[in-house]
């Protein structure tokens, strides 16, 4: 399941409902990310927005999950992403792998969160004392995801 | 056709969405980012490095020489930032 919202979510929730009427999966593995205070937040900075492209952002998420399911056998997953400002310890993102055994929970959570990272249509506003600025995209980011095409290829 | 603008390339453009036609000459998304950056001084300054723009055609990431229709919906953004 896919959701975008600018609602928090509580992630020992999800993974119950995930879980609680499904007795075949026996290894759930997620992976949250969170606002980081970079030291800003004590002179009332250390917020940011989150922009993305309505439509396009479910899109990209299911073709995500839909690789992640073709890829592992999976008994179900989850990604959330939040949009909006966001304060430092916030969440922004969770993705949930649950499976029979934990590899293909560890590898789907981390597939997930590597592709995301790289194809879904966010773009962070990060607000500190200079002012506010957009994060620029890593070069290890493309990194982290490039490894699963290779992965892929190979098969 | 629909031309959507998204992070820093909205706020350089002045805009964040705009109908226009398809212009002549103009057959791929890289053509459409040139003949973007030739407009106006604003838009010079958001589309002037196409080394950082990225594009989706009709909400699907495309590379620059992807071929435009008529009726397509374009986003031009930065990298993406999200996770």
């Known amino acids: 399941m896919i959701r975008v919202q600018a609602e928090d979510f509580d992630m020992g929730l999800e993974i119950s409902r995930m879980t609680r009427d499904d007795t075949a999966i026996g290894g759930v593995c997620a992976f949250a990310g969170l606002v980081r205070d970079f030291g800003d937040s004590a002179a009332g900075g250390g917020a940011m927005t989150l922009e993305h492209y309505p439509g396009m952002t479910e899109k990209a998420l299911a073709e995500i999950e839909a690789q992640a399911k073709a890829r592992w056998p999976l008994q179900d997953s989850l990604i959330i992403h939040r949009y909006g400002r966001l304060e430092p310890g916030d969440n922004i993102v969770l993705v949930v792998a649950a499976s029979a055994h934990r590899e293909a929970a560890f590898e789907a959570c981390h597939f997930l969160i590597d592709w995301l990272k790289t194809k879904a249509p966010f773009w962070k506003l990060e607000e500190n004392a200079d002012g506010a600025h957009w994060v620029e995209a890593k070069s290890r980011d493309d990194a982290a995801a490039d490894k699963w095409s290779r992965s892929e290829e190979k098969e | ?83």
């Open chain 2, 1 to 83: 056709m629909k031309l959507i603008y998204f992070a820093w390339v909205r706020e350089k453009a002045g805009k964040s969405k705009e109908e226009i036609p398809l212009p002549e000459g103009v057959k791929t998304v890289g053509d459409l980012l040139a003949w973007l950056a030739e407009r106006d001084e604003k838009m010079a300054t958001a589309f002037g490095d196409p080394s950082i723009i990225r594009a989706a055609v009709n909400q699907e990431h495309v590379s620059m020489d992807h071929e435009l229709g008529e009726n397509d919906e374009i986003a031009f953004f930065p990298p993406v930032t999200g996770g």
